[in-house]
Structures are given as C-alpha cells and as structure tokens.
C-alpha cells in the first residue's frame, strides 16, 4: 500500500523565513499526493495537490510543492512565513488498495516566531 | 456553497454507551468517507460510502459502523464504547470517486467525542 512519511514532527521558523515541511512517499504506482492543513479545533483543508502533469503544483497562502520521483519527495514550500501560518500539516497519498482512502504521514506542527 | 458540516461538534460519553455521530457533504457530493484522529495513532480512515453502500472499510473492529442515505447524508455509530475511542471524527465528501484520479476530500471541521 502507498504511504507517506513526515520527517520533523515540530519545526520552528522566524516570521518572514523560508518554511519547508517535508514528505516522502512510498508507492509502487504513479501516487496522488495532497498537502492539507490543520487549524486549531478544525478540520482539514486542502492546501494543493499533485495528480499527473506539472511537477511543481501551486495551492493557496503562497503554498507550492515539487513532486520529485527520483527523490520520491514532495516537499512542501512557502518563500516567507506568516503568523497566520502556524498549525498542523499533513502530507498525504491516495491508498489504491484501499479504495482511494488517504493514507496520511504523522503530521507536522508548524511554529512561526516573531 | 456551503461545506461539509458534521454535528455534535462535541460529545461526552462513558464507557458501554453508544454514540451516532452526523455528517451532511457538500450538496452533490455522493462519496461520504470518515476519518478518526487521536494524538497516537494520527489519522485513520474508517469507511467510506457511496450511494448508500458501504464501498470501503478501513481496519476497525465491527463497533464502529456506518449508513448513508438517500440524500448523500451520513451517519457513523460507535457501540460499547471505550477510553481508546476517545478522538476526533472527522468526515469527508468528494464527488464520486473519494480519491480516485486525485479527486479531491473536503472534510468537515469534526466531532471531537470524550470517552469517560
């Protein structure tokens, strides 16, 4: 079965700092990944994902991430963090065996210091 | 058009008691799925349904089930209940194919359900 694997269950960045948030893959088949985020006391909301075609994917709050078979990466970037940023982000992959569940990685807890 | 809601958006039980638990999708959506969250074992997916069937079940025990109904709403139920159910139950709805191709889930904002 696909699987995702977060690395860094915490990571800390300055306000206005490069964030990366980190994700690999596993999966036998072409995979479809999704980055989604987590606020405090909510659900989940879809940040971007990767289908088929262009391997850098743009989502919404100036997200992106670059699908890299060779790397089995999808990494998660944004160029300058905002306070608004801090929550929980989740990387997550399409699971073929079962039914098109989301298998989805730990989690990683995003905090943004002024 | 409004999202997925998911209602009570929290709940207090005891053990041996039961729970139902609400999920109404985005209007035209056919695919229900659920999803549990807790601190140690992440995010879980439970079953999905679609067109009032059952299409996928994830690995928990038979006191976690399921119904959808006619207009795409639905309903998961947690029998006997126990500390470890303890979690956060969050739904998600897709058009048709819950993931298939890429589809996109959008998920509801979640029952949180305390298990005294």
């Known amino acids: 079965a696909q699987s995702v694997t977060q690395l860094g269950s915490h990571v800390s960045v300055s306000e206005g700092a490069l964030v990366l948030l980190r994700c690999n893959y596993s999966?036998?088949?072409?995979?479809?990944l999704f980055w989604y985020v987590q606020y405090p006391n909510q659900g989940l909301q879809l940040l971007l994902k990767?289908?088929?075609?262009?391997?850098l994917v743009k989502g919404i709050n100036g997200f992106e991430a670059e699908f890299k078979k060779s790397e089995t990466s999808f990494h998660l970037t944004k160029p300058s963090a905002h306070m608004s940023d801090a929550a929980e982000y989740f990387c997550?992959?399409?699971?073929?065996?079962?039914?098109?569940?989301?298998?989805f990685g730990k989690g990683t807890s995003l905090l943004v210091t002024p | 058009k409004a999202g997925v809601t998911q209602t009570p958006r929290y709940l207090i039980k005891t053990r041996g008691q039961q729970v139902t638990l609400s999920c109404s999708p985005i209007?035209?959506?056919?695919?229900v799925s659920w999803y549990q969250q807790t601190p140690g074992q992440g995010l879980q997916f439970l079953f999905e349904?679609?067109?009032?069937?059952?299409?996928n079940k994830g690995n928990f025990p038979g006191r976690f089930s399921g119904r959808q109904f006619s207009n795409s709403r639905s309903e998961m139920n947690v029998s006997t209940l126990e500390l470890g159910d303890s979690a956060l139950y969050l739904c998600?709805?897709?058009?048709?194919?819950?993931?298939?191709?890429?589809?996109?889930?959008?998920f509801g904002p979640g029952t949180r359900l305390l298990v005294l």
């Open positions: 990767y289908t088929t075609g262009a391997t």
């Open positions: 209007s035209g959506h056919r695919s």
């Open positions: 999966s036998s088949v072409p995979p479809y």
């Open positions: 998600a709805s897709s058009f048709e194919l819950a993931g298939g191709w890429g589809e996109t889930q959008y």
């Open positions: 349904y679609f067109s009032e069937t059952q299409r």
């Open positions: 997550a992959v399409v699971n073929s065996n079962s039914g098109y569940a989301l298998n």
